[in-house]
């Protein structure tokens, strides 16, 4: 299969890359600025592209394949810590974190969809159960709560757009995981979140269209 995955020089996105290498699938893993952990990866299968995408011309002319099989949108900020409750949250915050976070995930849709239609290919967004409505019995984290929530949204919105086109969309929660973006607490480690997801993803069709699904398999209200 060939594979495009966003956000994939640490965390989460690169535990994807190492999960499609390990099953000898051809990896197109994007990074926005350094490549991290892709650096001390030796595989001929690995392909790595510049990508920020929170830039309209940077997802343009994308050295991807004329053909992809899947795409993982993972690229995510968190905004800032500390600093989204109702008093501190600002707009330039609420702003950032939806252009990365909601906007991201569409501009590459945009412009990769036809290769992924080509190839009746599936789309997998990550979203984060923060953005569930039906969750939040805990308030605040405006910026992230809200961009997060958009994702699911416009995730349900490709679903239906592109099923009859042949691909598959799904939006998924990765746990609570080790990484950057939890200052390394957590409940899982990333190889646990990744197994899950790339579990779901390949039995995409067994959710209902549009749905928000966790690592460990269970649908997700939103
Ligand atoms: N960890 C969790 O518990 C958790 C829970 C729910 C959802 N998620 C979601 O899972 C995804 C991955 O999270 P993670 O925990 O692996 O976070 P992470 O360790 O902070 O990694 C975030 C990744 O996104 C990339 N990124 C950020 N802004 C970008 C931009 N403008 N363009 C392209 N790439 C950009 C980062 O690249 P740089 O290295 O260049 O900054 C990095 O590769 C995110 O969407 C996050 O919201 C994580």
Not at 8 to 34: I, T
Not at 115 to 137: F, P, T
Not at 177 to 204: E, F, P, Y
């Amino acid at each position: 299969m060939n594979i495009v995955i966003t956000g994939a020089n640490r965390g989460l996105g690169l535990g994807f890359v190492q999960h499609y290498l390990s099953k000898g699938d051809e990896v197109w893993a994007c990074y926005r600025s350094s490549l991290d952990g892709l650096a001390d990866i030796q595989s001929d299968k690995l392909h790595t592209v510049q990508l920020d995408v929170s830039q309209d011309f940077a997802v343009k002319d994308l050295d991807v394949p004329e053909s992809i099989d899947l795409l993982i949108n993972n690229a995510g900020i968190y905004g800032p810590y500390g600093g989204q409750d109702l008093d501190s949250i600002t707009s330039e915050a609420m702003l950032d974190v939806f252009n990365v976070d909601c906007v991201g995930p569409l501009r590459v849709v945009q412009q990769l969809k036809d290769r992924i239609i080509q190839a009746g290919g599936a789309i997998a967004n990550i979203s984060s159960k923060m953005g569930s409505s039906d969750d939040n019995g805990s308030g605040g984290t405006y910026a992230y709560r809200a961009a997060k929530a958009g994702l699911i949204i416009i995730s349900k919105s490709m679903a239906v757009d592109l099923k009859p086109l042949g691909v598959s969309v799904i939006t998924l929660h990765p746990g609570w995981v080790t990484t950057d973006m939890t200052h390394q607490s957590g409940l899982i480690d990333v190889q646990t979140s990744v197994a899950g997801m790339t579990d779901v993803i390949s039995r995409i069709s067994d959710y209902e269209l549009g749905q928000f699904v966790a690592f460990d398999g269970q649908v997700i209200p939103f």
